[in-house]
């Protein structure tokens, strides 16, 4: 039971943050720092999901000394996006505050980045190894935890400096993340139980990601919820998305060695028609219709962002741990396909919704 609720808290964990992000990316209506947060959450949850994915298997399956493989190329993989996740999240504040100059600071925090990277992809790291040196996890999070403090104070100085309710706990959320995470590095390896500060650690992620979508939302009064520009940013994104997982399912499935079927091959065609084609059929109704006014849409647009990304996330762990050639208890493989089945559950509500407000829209005379 308790490994089936740690893999059911993981596929909900990187639904959330993926789910937030494209929300956050596609009321962002051309507004950059929303934009960035959005791109920053999506990072996060994509980037996370290259550790937490082999994690899951390796729980459900032959345990972590069978996976060390898989679980070590996660955890690199991991460690890049979290940098670059710490980019976005100061290149966003820089934004946010109309920041000019702070030249020293700008060149400082790259330099750390850019260090973090490389101490991470060095050979001594070990990924793959069932015992990693510890003085190399020290080494590369020694820029990594510079970044963190320099984002945390200047996002404290800051948000007291503009009187910035809405952000007046990002510093806190950073600090939080630290605090769960560096006892991890140092200690996890001779204290296993140590491990469980990455559930809080992870909360903590989900709280940064939150802030930046209430203010988002608080704020969406600007522009319009549902714009024209939204629906062709969407369009752009899972055309992306779906040039990547077909990447992926290439070259995943030529690196294990296997050749059967895999729900990997779904998603590139998934994404690219339930994505792309019809964000841009939308987008072709909304110019000649008064469809983004119709209130049924509008319902259509928030059930249609939460099902479609969790139904990718539910695809990409199955047909991952198929190409793994994995086998499942029938506790877990239930549990997997019961998140499968909400998904297109909500996602046929949805395009019922979407079938009636096709319905209740009107021309637009010119």
């Known amino acids: 039971m308790q490994v089936i609720m740690e893999v059911l808290f993981d596929i909900v964990y990187l639904s959330t943050v993926v789910i937030l992000g494209f929300t956050i990316f596609l009321r962002a209506n051309g507004r950059r720092q929303y934009q960035l947060f959005g791109i920053m959450a999506i990072v996060l949850g994509f980037g996370d999901a290259f550790h937490l994915v082999p994690r899951a298997v390796a729980l459900l399956t032959t345990g972590f000394e069978a996976n ?14 979290m940098t670059i996740f710490y980019l976005i999240l100061y290149y966003a504040y820089r934004i946010r505050y109309d920041v000019k100059g702070e030249k020293n600071i700008m060149i400082t925090f790259y330099v750390m980045a850019i260090a973090r990277i490389v101490l991470t992809l060095l050979p001594q790291n070990e990924w793959t190894s069932l015992n990693p040196p510890l003085s190399f996890a020290i080494y590369r999070n020694i820029p990594f935890t510079v970044m963190g403090v320099m984002i945390i ?10 009187n910035d309710k809405a952000f007046k706990n990002m510093w806190l959320s950073i600090v939080l993340s630290f605090a769960f995470y560096l006892p991890v ?17 992870t909360m903590a992620y989900v709280w940064t990601v939150v802030i930046a979508y209430k203010d988002m939302k608080n704020n969406s009064e600007e522009v319009p ?6 629906l062709i940013n969407a369009a752009f994104i899972y055309i992306l998305l779906a040039l990547s997982s077909g990447v992926f399912y290439r070259e995943f499935t030529k690196y294990v060695g296997y050749n059967g079927y895999t729900k990997l091959s779904l998603l590139h065609v998934h994404m690219m028609v339930l994505g792309t084609f019809l964000y841009f059929l939308l987008a072709a109704f909304a110019l000649n219709t008064n469809l983004l006014n ?8 928030k059930l249609y962002i939460f099902a ?5 996330v539910v695809v990409f762990t199955q047909g991952v741990i198929q190409a793994m050639q994995v086998e499942l208890s029938s506790g877990a493989n239930g549990a997997i396909n019961g998140m499968s089945g909400l998904s297109h559950i909500v996602l046929s509500v949805a395009f019922v919704y979407l079938f009636l407000s096709f319905r209740d829209m009107k021309m637009i005379k010119k």
């Open 294 to 301: 119709v209130k049924k849409f509008k319902i259509f647009r």
């Open 225 to 230: 919820k549902d714009s024209f520009r939204g």
């Open 185 to 201: 590095v140092l200690f996890s390896g001779v204290y296993p139980l140590v491990g469980m500060l990455m559930i809080p650690k």
């Open 68 to 81: 060390i493989y898989y679980l070590g190329i996660g955890k690199l993989v991991t460690s890049i996006t």
């Open 308 to 312: 479609l990304p969790f139904m990718m």
């Open 153 to 162: 104070v200047l996002f404290y100085k800051a948000s007291r400096k503009y």
